[in-house]
């Protein structure tokens, strides 16, 4: 609780009009907090709320790189898509879904390859960048893209554990996998 009104009488059968413009109640908070007297409470609110609000700004970031990065995916630019999801996981490597978009990248580019070693190579960080989001969030959709790019590089035998832990992780559809 930031705000907070105390003392106020409530009657019934009488006209109870309160003042609730937050805009004073957020001024007396600004005041108080130069004066220094703010509660715990309320230290402990605005601090939550500024939390909030970098977590915020951090995930409007990294929503504009993937859509930066399907941009580049839908123009067939998959470097370019590579490159940027592989900054979104510089800016926050705890989230699965942006090594699991990396991964999905690195294997697409892969496939459009003509080189053998580069495409052995992209096949290879897209193993470790499912590797990395199996990590944070085993799922089945990681554990059978990951198999595809094991299977590519021929890897067989850990393709098939892999595609075998997708199944297990997600039984309706495991006939996919």
């Not at 409007?60 to 993937?66: A, D, Q, S, T």
Request: charged letters at 25%.
């Amino acid at each position: 609780t930031v705000f907070y009104l105390d003392g106020v009488p409530i009657r019934i059968g009488e006209d109870n009009n309160i003042d609730l413009d937050l805009s004073k109640q957020a001024q007396q908070v600004q005041e108080a907090a130069k004066q220094g007297q703010l509660t715990e409470q309320q230290k402990e609110a605005i601090k939550q709320q500024e939390e909030a609000a970098k977590e915020n700004q951090k995930i409007k970031g990294l929503n504009e790189k993937l859509a930066a990065a399907k941009a580049a995916e839908d123009a067939g630019n998959e470097d370019q898509a590579v490159q940027i999801l592989a900054e979104a996981t510089q800016m926050d490597a705890t989230r699965d879904i942006l090594w699991g978009k990396l991964a999905d990248a690195q294997r697409n580019l892969a496939g459009k390859q003509t080189d053998a070693a580069a495409k052995n190579k992209d096949y290879s960080d897209a193993v470790d960048s499912y590797q990395k989001a199996i990590a944070i969030k085993p799922l089945g959709a990681y554990y059978n893209n990951m198999g595809e790019a094991l299977a590519k590089i021929g890897k067989g035998p850990e393709a098939m554990q892999a595609y075998n832990q997708a199944a297990q992780l997600d039984p309706p559809n495991a006939g996919m996998y």
